[in-house]
């Protein structure tokens, strides 16, 4: 399909989103911890980036950064497995028009989706009320009626909702890494499963060293009869669905996005270095 993403509304999108990041601008010193009832949560601002982190209010000891955004360049994905899950969005031969986002976290993804595709509407869910305020009040996200995100366990939210959605992304860990394992059973699966269009794409961002991984992805491998992966440097993304995917075709897509796009990181690269799961390395038939 053919991309437009230099029109006045696209124009006038952007400089919101950078007005409402440029008051950090000012404060290239911000440390700040932000009152939560569920876990620690700081956010800094280094480089012209504001990070968001978790920790455990008993050790202090910090998360991986949970969210990343430049406050000029806001549109710029900046950690590489979020370039990767955002392949997703050009799946389809129609840019989606239903994503659920299970760890919504600083909104990185949502905001590029709800930019690129001005029809999206996004659900999602973070299991922490201050995560969801903070990606509004330091991440540049607007809560506008294209938005649907809650203050929620992402499988209970998930279940409640009666949509049927092109894309599912999960992403979902603890303050400690860990990465929620209810969310990669083979029940959740199934409900992903039938809330999913035929030829939509469930993506799933899970790590190397989490020891129940291989478990996780025989779960998914158990409900959805394709899954493509992506493993680099102790990450392991799979993009799974009910239709086999035409990976050319993706990446042809993932190309034609990138240059309508401006990307300035390497998009389409990321499709294809994309191969297909081993399904006897999970004991899956």
Known sequence: MSYDFNTPWHAQ??????????????????AKIIPSEVQGVFVR????????????????????????????????????????LFLSFVWQHALPERIYIAGFGGGRLGMVSHHYSPEVEIHGSDFDPAIVDVAESHFGIEYDSRYSIKAADSGEDFDSRNTIYDT????????????ASHLASQPFFKLCNSKLKDDGVL???????????????????????????????????????????????????????ESAAALTYPFSEHAKALT?????????G
């Open 203 to 257: 993506a799933i961002n899970l790590i190397e060293r989490d020891p129940e991984r291989e478990a996780k992805i025989s779960n998914l491998a158990s409900v959805f009869p394709h899954l493509i992966e992506w493993r680099n440097q102790g990450s392991h993304l799979i993009f799974a669905s009910k239709q086999e995917p035409n990976l050319k075709t993706w990446i042809k897509r993932a190309e034609e996005f």
């Open 45 to 84: 601002t280094i480089d012209e980036i504001v990070e968001l982190y978790c920790y455990d209010p008993e050790s202090r000891d910090l998360s991986d950064i949970m969210s990343r955004v430049g406050i000029k360049n806001p549109l710029e994905l900046i950690a590489t497995y979020n370039q990767v």
């Open 13 to 30: 999108n952007l400089a919101a989103i950078r007005q409402r990041l440029a008051p950090f601008l000012q404060q290239q010193n911000l």
């Open 276 to 284: 297909a799961v081993d399904r006897e390395e999970y004991k899956v």
């Open 168 to 179: 599912i992304i999960i992403d979902v860990f603890s303050s400690s890494g860990i990465h």
